[in-house]
């Protein structure tokens, strides 16, 4: 059984800073991309970032420049770096992990979600 914590989200104003992290348990082989998406109130769930297992990476035009998405693989852990935060970046933010590898089989896995709050 594979299981994503999520930690770092919180209340910042406006022009600030977080930083997200997602760590994966369970017997992992290897784990092809991580990402993160988030959901404001009352809109669809979006992409903000990911990375691939090689390094790319692949931002949304709304947080390019602010928002630096990285990970450690030797602790399966993949982080967002937010900085400048806006209000509309207000929201739910959830891990994603896919392509996870384990014991002869590969699925994608979600974390429980972080509350961030920006206050303008």
Do not use: H
Request: net charge positive; aromatic share 10%; with cysteine.
């Amino acid at each position: 059984q594979v299981q994503l914590v999520e930690s770092g989200g919180g209340l910042v104003q406006a022009g600030g800073s977080l930083r997200l992290s997602c760590a994966a348990s369970g017997t992992i082989f290897i784990i092809n991309g991580m990402g993160w998406y988030r959901q404001a109130p009352g809109k669809e769930r979006e992409l903000v970032a990911s990375i691939f297992l090689g390094g790319r990476t692949n931002y949304a035009d709304s947080v390019k420049g602010r928002f630096t998405i990285s990970r450690d693989n030797a602790k399966n852990t993949v982080y967002l770096q937010m900085n400048s935060l806006k209000p509309e970046d207000t929201g739910v933010y959830y891990c994603n992990a896919n392509g996870v590898q384990t014991m002869g089989r590969m699925d994608d896995y979600w974390g429980q979600g972080t509350q961030v709050t920006v206050s303008s």
